[in-house]
């Protein structure tokens, strides 16, 4: 028999200021995994480094949408920054549609994969060490 995965997963997930439908959308496919569960640490609208830091801090795995760089490129480089500082795993995201990611988000990303559920939902648990 397998075992079940019941733990929840804490994500912090890259956001900007404003909402937006590529978010919506990574958030619709975490929740329609009936596997996977997870609680998002980001606060949408506090982006103060020490706001960012405290949220990040809670976080297991940073998840990076890429795609959201071209929107608000300061603020995402920000929590990129603030991701490698505190050391947490990073998933990368391609942006929706696209194969590729600027080549500085592959360099520290633990996992890099495009927007199919099962895909994200392994590659969080690749970079947390859960599975191989």
């Known amino acids: 028999m397998f075992e079940e995965d019941t733990r929840e997963y804490k994500l912090?997930?890259?956001?900007?200021?404003?909402?937006?439908?590529?978010?919506?959308?990574?958030?619709?496919?975490?929740n329609a995994s009936y596997d996977f569960q997870w609680t998002d640490c980001a606060v949408r609208g506090e982006i103060s480094n020490t706001n960012l830091n405290e949220q990040m801090e809670k976080a297991d795995v940073v998840i990076i949408l890429s795609g959201l760089l071209s929107k608000d490129q300061s603020l995402m480089k920000n929590q990129i920054e603030m991701a490698v500082k505190l050391k947490k795993p990073i998933v990368v995201i391609r942006p929706y549609g696209m194969e590729n990611v600027p080549h500085h988000l592959e360099e520290i990303a633990g996992e890099v994969v495009g927007w199919n559920t099962p895909c994200i939902v392994d590659a969080i648990r690749e970079v947390?060490?859960?599975i191989e």
Not at 13 to 30: G, V
């Open 12 to 30: 912090f997930i890259s956001h900007i200021n404003q909402d937006d439908p590529e978010q919506d959308l990574f958030i619709t496919k975490l």
């Open 128 to 130: 947390m060490g859960i």
